[in-house]
Each structure stands twice: as structure tokens, then as C-alpha cells.
């Protein structure tokens, strides 16, 4: 087997090796097909049953009932920032949006695009390192909808529950911890997620909508930009990225094989826990960056006294086969992106380095 | 190796074989990193050097000098429909599109949700089976631009040359003979093409911008669909499609390595002809659909005197290892895709196949 090291990437990130591995033995030729998953037209038998299993293997996941469609669309969160204001604010125009991060800003910052927007509650004078708390936000009982981003890639930190927004529906930008856990899918209006994290590669990004929120979407939309066409057309108005489907398929059968996502949430736990400890008893020598009760179980963010200091430890730390651990270039310090096919024994080992560091430096 | 059949579907598409056989051999762990294509992060110098190495490439098979930017997007040519209007139109606000198919009608509808929009040609009397003449064309001078499409999947039909528009900017949907010759790309203010025709897997799009156009981009537009945005972050504004822009290396790669785009063209009109002349010489048994003169060098498209006898045909062809005959689903009849990695050898033993076929039932 070929040699692969601790990849702590904040995404694209590390995949399941079984995923990688089966992807890898038919990537040539499909078993009965005769070509490769590149090649088939995405109006095939072979696809169908891909897209249809994946759809299903995520209702299983996550407990969906009929009430919600599975879209995979292309463009990233980034694209979701535009299409949920432009679908969803209207006939009201107006939504309340929850800022705990760099992505949130974003969002919001397309959202101003299309209708009048009010910031529900902001941490950022805090640095972004906590998420508010029920009672700071203020929100609008008439607004359209509710946007949060469940989990700060750049920040590390994590709603341990969601807002309540009452009749509101709850819009969740959920691309960095969708499917860490499970979540009650029906406090929500509508979830979106680049995969890139726990789900697949790059360019295919998951939406579960509320039937009823299609209702908004508005004929004078841009046809690639209207949930209902997409809807109507399973996904497959144009031609989605059918490898990025392929490999959230396999991921999703990885999950179910694995006992699931209470299962990948115990585990998730322990193993942030790992480092966690580490941070909390190193007397101050790793400080980390978000309080401790809006940790993330994804992004584990952390600084050492001096820049200096955390370049070298990622100096070291990349030789010795620990890849990824700089912070996002927009606020420095260090990161340790954890997700779900992240194994255990490489937080293990990243703490006997990281306490070899701290005897050497502290 | 694992067995495979000829693969004749419109797109996604054949890839060529050694381009699948390298990707299968790294997709576990790239040479030298530890870790699968699928997992390395956009803003790693592995994936620096794949996005530049393709850009290269590009540059060199077709000769694109420094007034150009290369982009990779995604959304497919769906999302190009709306994003050539709304960054494009400004400030005169018309545009002229030439209709020689289901997918221009496709881009014009959502041109005309930006601005106004003039039929320049069409030949949908004629069943899209033709070409326009460049004396047809009813071209405003005053134009943002003029819209055409290549190739005509759908239709089967190309053009031989660019229609002429003066000084207005030519913008052209190449998503289906994108790379399959050389072209002049200073005859172009734009080109867009989805890859999964001759470059690579569904959900990466090629973008081919002459600089002085991005003046065009509002900053009022969202953000996903600012063109001069993604160009500022060289298609990294958001995490692109990496692997598919890895395997647009590969291609790229592949096409110097066989003599570049002419050598291409080469082959890509004697596969075209075996099949032409099959159906020329077959007396009236198989029917092309597109006039002589317009006739696709990418997509074969044909009837034989009944629907039942073309339902044969497939079923017969499909067990026979010849997959992806059946034509559109909008139009019927049959089409052989035969896009650049498409062997020869599978057109000479289609024909053997085709007369044998014949002979039987004709």
C-alpha cells in the first residue's frame, strides 16, 4: 500500500481509506460496466442507482422524511450564499443572520444583494471565539428565514445546539460538520454543505430543502440558480459532478458500515477530546482559541506564545508527517481539522509530538 | 486490465485510457505527498502546481497569448447561459445569439432575463440540421455580443469556421468540440466549454476570457458569478473542482504527448469519415441527419427508416459492446459521440457491426 501521512487539511480533507481504496480499484472500470465512473453519461441505469442510493443512504443517515428534498448542486457554499437569499427572502425581503465567523460574513454579504438583512447576533468583537447564546439573539418573527453557520472552520468553534427561531425557518451553512453527528433534520428549513469535508471531494455541495420553501423559488429566477428546477429535475437539470456524487455515495456506505453517525459523534468526541486535553494541560504553553464550551469537534484552532514559535512547530511537525496544522491564512495560529475519517491514532500521535515540543521550547 | 467497451455517450464521455490509468495509480496517495488528490487542499503547492501546470497547457495547445485569462468554474455551460449575460451585457444591454440548437435556446433564455436579446440566425426550420451562412447572419454592429454554439451535441452539426462580427466580441459555447482542433482564440472575446466532452469529468468548466472584457463585471453582481472575482483569485475564490481540474492536466498532458490539437484533428476527421461514408454508402438505410456540409466531426447523428428498426439497432449494438448509441432523448433516433479519446478501431468494428446489421435487415 502506498505511504500516506496525518492529513490535517481544513478541506479538502481527508477521506476514508476504504472509501479511497474501492473508488481507486474501479476508477479504470466500473464492475459490469466497462467504463469508468467518469465516463458514464449521468442519464444512465449505473448513475441512476448512484444518485438514487446516495439520496437514500443520507435519509437513513439522518433520519429525512418526505417532508425535505436531497439536491447535489454544484458551486460550493459559495454559491449557496446567493441562492438562499435569492429563493428564499422573498415575498418578505427580509432575514436575520447569525455572524460567528468569517463564512457567515460572506453569506451575509450576498444576502444584502437581494433584500433587507439584520445581523440577529455578532461575536465578533470576541474574536469570533464563542457562539451567542439563546438570549443575545434578536430576532425578527417575520423575517423570511434564519441563516447560521453551524461549525467556523477559521475560528473553531461549533453550535452544540441549534438557535431557536420558532416558525422562522432555520437556513444552515453546514459545511464543515455536516453529517459529524446526528441532527434533527425538522428544526430545519434548509441545510447546505460543500462536501469537501465529511462528505467527498470538492465541487458537489449537498442542500436538503423543505418541500414547502420551493414554493418561493420565483419563474424569473436564472435557471441554475432556482431550487425548484434543480428539485424538479433531481439534480440533474445540467450535468452534476457525477464523480463527486460517486464518492458521497461510497462515503455515506462508509458511515452506515461503521455504525453510523451516533457512532462517528462518540468517536468525534474522543478523539477532539485528545487534543483538547493536551491544549487545557500544557499550563498555557497551547492556548486555545475558542472557549470551551463553543469548541468545535471539527477544527481544533490553537496558538503558541510567539510566531515564531508556532512556524517552527509547523516546521516539525510537517517533517515528521503531520501535514496541514497552519491556521487559515486570515488569522494565523494553528489548526487541526479532525473530521470524521481522521483517525484516532493520529491524534494520539500528534500529542506525543506535541508534548516532545513543549519540553524542547517551553 | 479491467475490461471495457466502447463507450459512445454524448458526455460525460471517453477519457483516454492512459489518463484513467494514472489517476487510478495515484488516486490512493499522489507520488511524493502522501495523500489522494481528493484530499489535498486547493491552497497546497501540490495543487498550485496541477492548476498552473493545466493553465500551461492550455496556453500552449492553443496558442493563447497574454490578453486571455483561463479559468476553471463550475456549474457547467448552464451557469455560463447566465453569467456571459449578466457580466457581458452591460453597459449597451443587447446581445445577438445564432439558434443552431437545444443548447442555444438554452443560453439565449437566460440572456433574456438580462437584457435585450435578438435572434441573429436560426435554423430550427431545417430541424437544426444545418448550419447558418456568415451572409444569414442579421448582426447588430452596436452589439454587447454574439453568441454561437461549436458543435451541436443534440443535432450533430458544426461549424467550420467562426461566424465574423467585426468588432464585436464572439462568444462560443465549445462544450463539445472544446480541444478537438486548433483554433484561433484571438477570433474570441470568450469561450466557455463543461469538460466532460474532451477534457475531463462533469463539474469543472473551462473559461476562456479576453482581459479587456472583465471590465464589464458590475461589482453589483453575486459574487459566485463575477467572472473578474475569479480571475482576481485565479479560479480559487471558493474551493474549485480540484480533481477535475486534475484530470483536465492529465488530458492537457496526453494531447502534447499524441502530437497536440492538429494531430488531433487529424485522427478526429478519419474516425468521422468511416462512419460518414458507412452511412453515405448504405443507400438510403442509415439517414444522417445533419446536411453534408455542416456535419459534425464529434457527434454522428442518424435514423433508419423506423423507430423500431433504430430500437434494434441499439439493442443489438449495446449487447455487441458498442454503448451510448441511443440519440438524445429530445430528438430520438441515434448518435455516436466519438470525442477525442474515442479509438479508431471501435469505428471500424461499429461499421463492420452497422453493415452487418444492414444486411440482415435492410
Not at 319 to 334: I, N, T, Y
Amino acid at each position: 500500500m502506498q505511504k500516506r501521512i496525518y492529513n490535517f487539511s481544513a478541506g479538502p480533507a481527508i477521506l476514508p481509506e476504504d472509501v479511497l481504496l474501492e473508488a481507486q480499484e474501479n476508477l479504470f472500470s466500473l464492475p459490469g460496466v466497462g467504463m469508468s465512473i467518469l465516463e458514464i453519461s449521468h442519464r444512465s441505469k449505473t448513475f441512476d442507482k448512484i444518485i438514487e442510493e446516495a439520496k437514500a443512504d443520507l435519509k437513513i443517515l439522518l433520519d429525512i422524511n418526505d417532508n425535505y428534498e436531497i439536491l447535489f448542486l454544484q458551486g460550493g457554499a459559495s454559491l449557496q450564499f446567493s441562492m438562499v437569499p435569492l429563493n428564499l427572502m422573498p415575498p418578505k425581503n427580509k432575514a436575520d443572520y447569525i455572524l460567528t465567523g468569517s463564512w457567515s460574513k460572506k453569506a451575509l454579504k450576498e444576502a444584502k444583494r437581494v433584500g433587507a438583512v439584520k445581523i440577529a447576533a455578532s461575536t465578533e468583537e470576541n474574536k469570533f471565539n464563542r457562539i451567542p447564546k439563546q438570549s443575545e439573539l434578536n430576532l425578527d418573527p417575520d423575517a423570511s428565514y434564519v441563516h447560521f453557520t453551524s461549525n467556523n472552520t477559521i475560528y473553531g468553534t461549533e453550535w452544540k445546539s441549534e438557535p431557536e427561531t420558532g416558525n422562522v425557518p432555520l437556513v444552515c451553512d453546514a459545511s464543515s460538520d455536516m453529517l459529524h453527528k446526528k441532527i434533527d433534520v425538522n428544526k430545519y428549513g434548509l441545510i447546505y454543505a460543500g462536501a469537501q469535508k465529511n462528505m467527498g471531494p470538492s465541487g458537489v455541495t449537498l442542500v436538503i430543502i423543505r418541500k414547502d420553501l420551493l414554493e418561493r423559488s420565483a419563474d424569473s429566477l436564472h435557471t441554475m440558480l432556482n431550487y425548484k428546477i434543480h428539485v424538479e429535475n433531481n439534480s440533474m437539470y445540467n450535468t452534476p459532478s457525477t464523480f463527486g456524487i460517486y464518492i458521497i455515495g461510497l462515503v455515506t456506505k462508509w458511515l452506515k458500515k461503521n455504525g453510523g453517525l451516533d457512532a462517528m459523534y462518540k468517536t468525534n468526541k474522543e478523539k477532539a477530546e485528545i487534543l483538547y486535553n493536551c491544549i487545557d494541560n500544557s499550563n498555557g504553553f497551547y492556548k486555545g482559541h475558542a472557549q470551551k464550551d463553543s469548541r468545535s469537534l471539527m477544527n481544533v484552532t490553537f496558538n503558541l506564545a510567539t510566531e515564531e514559535l508556532e512556524k517552527k512547530l509547523i516546521s516539525e511537525a510537517t517533517a515528521a508527517g503531520f501535514d496541514g496544522l497552519k491556521g487559515h491564512r486570515s488569522v494565523g495560529g494553528l489548526r487541526a481539522s479532525i473530521y470524521n475519517a481522521f483517525p484516532k491514532k493520529g491524534l494520539e500521535d500528534l500529542v506525543v509530538f506535541m508534548k516532545e515540543f513543549q519540553s524542547k521550547n517551553g
